[in-house]
């Protein structure tokens, strides 16, 4: 089982851009594709983005299409989120999760990590 630990979040200012990282442990990790989900308070858990096991193929969900960038470095056991161009509806709780079915679904992950705050003022 990979077991997965976010790091990077913090309070920025709108337009600003900040990076996440998640760093795995356990030896099969490169095997896997990668996603990043955002949970707002009250809010359901919303998908961000995921990367193939390569890195070669990226997917976006379309309220951070063109802002955030996916990348991983699998020597570093490591998937990590660029987030450019802030806004404050991008506040929230950021997961990452391994992709155990094919799909956009939190159902479809798994192995979630524990989150890392990100707050965007404005």
């Known amino acids: 089982q990979v077991q997965l630990v976010e790091s990077g979040g913090g309070l920025v200012q709108a337009g600003d851009s900040l990076r996440l990282s998640c760093a795995a442990s356990?030896?099969?990790?490169?095997?896997?594709?990668m996603g990043w989900f955002r949970q707002a308070p009250g809010k359901e858990r919303e998908f961000v983005g995921l990367?193939?096991?390569?890195?070669?193929?990226?997917y976006y969900g379309d309220s951070v299409k063109g802002r955030f960038t996916i990348s991983r470095d699998n020597a570093k056991n490591t998937v990590y989120l660029q987030m450019n161009h802030l806004k404050p509806e991008d506040t929230a709780v950021y997961y990452c999760?391994?992709?155990?079915?094919?799909?956009?679904?939190?159902?479809?992950?798994?192995?979630w990590g524990q989150g890392t705050q990100v707050t965007v003022s404005s």
């Open positions: 999760a391994v992709q155990y079915r094919g799909g956009t679904k939190p159902t479809d992950f798994g192995s």
């Open positions: 356990g030896r099969t990790f490169g095997n896997y594709a």
């Open positions: 990367s193939s096991w390569s890195g070669g193929i990226t």
